[in-house]
C-alpha cells in the first residue's frame, strides 16, 4: 500500500507540485463556498445558483479544445504559471469588491466567467503536465490518484473552513485568502527543475491540430467511451452541488457553517475513494472499478434526495463523493495510460471539456428542475440517469477490453524502462541553471 503511494512522491517536482496545491486548492473550495452562498444569500434562487454555475464552467466547454491545441504546442511549465498568476488576480478582485460591500449578482456573474476562461485553460495544461513531473511511467496511476486525494482533501477542509470564516467574518475574507493561496502553487512551480521536452516541429495550422485531437478520440473506442462516460455522468450526477444550499438552509434550516459541513462530507467520501486509488500499482481492474463508482454515485444522489435527518444526508453526501472520484480518477488514469504524449494536451482537453465543461449545463437543468419541481425529484432524477449511464458502459466492457488490451501489452512490456530521466541527468540540468 505505502509502495504505491510513495512512488509519485519519489519524484521531486511533483512533491513540490503537492505541497503548492494542498494550499491553493484548500483557498479554492473556500472560495467556492463563499460564492455559493452569497449568490443564494442575494438572490434567494436557486435559479441563479444554477446560472452562476453555468457562467463558471461553461468556457471549460467552448474553449478546452483550443486550449487543448496551445498545451501541445507552448512551454506547458510557463503556461501553468501564467493561469496561476491569472487566477490570483481574479480572486483579489473578488475580495475588493466583496470587502467593499459593493458586490452585486451581476459582479459575481461576470468574474465566474473570467474563471471559467481561465480553468479553460488551466485544467488542461495541469492534467497533461503531471506525466512530466514524475520521474518513472509506472508511478503515473499513483501521481493522477494522488492529486485527487489532494483535491478531495481540500474539498473536506476547504468548504468547512469557509463556512467559519463567513460565519465569523464575510465572504470577502475567503476571497481574500484565496488569493494569496496561489502563492503557495506559483512559488512550487518556480522552484521546479523539468527537464527540457524535445521540440517537435509543427508546419501545421492550429485548427488542423484541433481537428488531429477530435479524431484521434474517436478513433481509439476507450478512450472515447470513457471520454463519453464522464460527460454523462458529470452533467447530471456532480451538478447536484448547486443545490446544496437550498439545502442547508430551506430543508435543513441551518446557514453557511451547514452548507460547509455537506460539501466536506461529499469531500470526505471521494478522499477515501481517491487514498484507495493511490495504493494501485496497475490499471488492470479500474473498469469494475468505476462501474462500482457509477453505483455509488447513483445511490448516494436518490438517498439524498430522501434525507429529511443531517446524519444521512451526510452520509448519502460521502457516497456520491466516493463514487464520483472513483469514477473520474480511474478514468483519468487510463486515459492518460493509452493516450500518446504528442497528442496529451489535446485529449486531457477534451476530458476536462467532458468532466467539468458539461457541468455548467447540469447546473442550469438542476436548478431550473428544482425550482419547478423540487430537490427531492430532481436529484431521484439525476441519480436513476447516472445508474442507467453505468448499465451502458458495464454492457460495453467485453469490446472495450478486447480494443485497449493491444496497447496495455505494450504497456506492460515497457514497465521495466528506465526513469523517465536519470539522477544524474537532474544534476546536470541543475548545474546548467
Known amino acids: ?13 511533483y ?37 452562476i454555475g453555468f457562467a463558471t464552467l461553461a468556457p471549460i466547454f467552448i474553449f478546452a479544445p483550443f486550449a487543448g491545441v496551445l498545451v501541445d504546442r507552448v512551454n506547458r511549465h510557463r503556461l501553468l504559471l501564467v493561469t496561476q498568476v491569472a487566477a490570483m488576480i481574479q480572486a483579489f478582485t473578488l475580495a475588493a469588491l466583496a470587502l467593499t460591500g459593493v458586490i452585486t449578482v451581476s459582479h459575481l456573474l461576470v468574474l465566474s466567467l473570467v474563471q471559467g476562461v481561465i480553468n479553460a485553460v488551466d485544467m488542461p495544461v495541469r492534467q497533461a503536465l503531471v506525466v512530466d513531473f514524475i520521474e518513472r511511467k509506472e508511478h503515473l496511476g499513483s501521481a493522477i490518484a494522488l492529486n485527487s486525494a489532494l483535491f478531495n482533501m481540500a474539498r473536506l477542509v476547504g468548504p468547512a473552513l469557509g463556512g467559519m470564516v463567513i460565519a465569523a467574518t464575510s465572504a470577502g475574507i475567503c476571497y481574500l485568502l484565496d488569493g494569496f493561496s496561489f502563492l503557495a502553487v506559483i512559488g512550487a512551480l518556480l522552484a521546479m527543475r523539468l527537464r527540457p521536452r524535445p521540440r517537435r516541429e509543427r508546419n501545421q495550422h492550429p485548427w488542423q491540430d484541433l481537428r488531429e485531437g477530435f479524431d ?4 481509439h473506442a476507450p478512450i472515447r467511451a470513457l471520454i463519453l462516460l464522464v460527460a454523462a455522468v458529470s452533467a447530471v450526477g456532480f451538478s447536484s452541488s448547486v443545490l446544496m444550499p437550498i439545502f442547508a438552509r430551506d430543508v435543513f434550516h441551518g446557514d453557511s457553517r451547514t452548507l460547509g459541513w455537506l460539501l466536506s462530507a461529499s469531500g470526505a467520501g471521494a478522499l477515501c475513494a481517491a487514498i484507495y486509488l493511490s495504493t494501485r500499482t496497475s490499471v488492470k481492474g479500474l473498469g469494475l472499478v468505476i ?67 458539461t457541468m455548467p449545463f447540469g447546473n442550469l437543468l438542476m436548478g431550473t428542475m ?39 501489452e505494450r504497456l506492460e512490456q515497457a514497465a521495466a524502462e528506465p526513469p523517465l530521466f536519470t539522477a544524474e541527468e537532474q544534476r546536470e540540468q541543475l548545474e546548467g541553471e
Not at 427531492?376 to 441519480?383: E, K, P, Q, R, S
Request: charge should be positive; glycine fraction near 14%; aromatic fraction near 6%.
Open 1 to 13: 500500500m505505502l509502495k504505491g503511494i510513495a512512488g509519485a512522491f519519489s519524484s521531486r517536482n
Open 15 to 51: 512533491r513540490l507540485f503537492f505541497a503548492g496545491q494542498a494550499v491553493s486548492l484548500a483557498g479554492a473550495w473556500m472560495t467556492q463556498t463563499a460564492s455559493l452562498w452569497l449568490v443564494y444569500h442575494l438572490s434567494s434562487s436557486a435559479a441563479w445558483l444554477g446560472v
Open 216 to 219: 484521434y478520440t474517436r478513433r
Open 291 to 357: 462501474r462500482v463508482g457509477g453505483v455509488l454515485l447513483s445511490a448516494g444522489l436518490i438517498g439524498l434526495g430522501l434525507a429529511r435527518g443531517l446524519g444521512v444526508a451526510l452520509v448519502c453526501m460521502g457516497l456520491t463523493g466516493m463514487g464520483g472520484v472513483l469514477v473520474m480518477a480511474s478514468s483519468n488514469t487510463l486515459i492518460q495510460t493509452l493516450v500518446e504524449d504528442d497528442k496529451r494536451g489535446r485529449v486531457m482537453s477534451l476530458f476536462a471539456m467532458a468532466f467539468t465543461g
Open 370 to 408: 428544482a425550482e419547478r419541481l423540487g430537490v427531492v425529484i430532481t436529484l431521484a432524477v439525476a441519480g436513476v440517469i447516472c445508474g442507467i449511464v453505468v448499465v451502458i458502459f458495464h454492457l460495453r466492457i467485453p469490446r472495450l477490453r478486447a480494443a485497449a488490451r493491444p496497447l496495455l
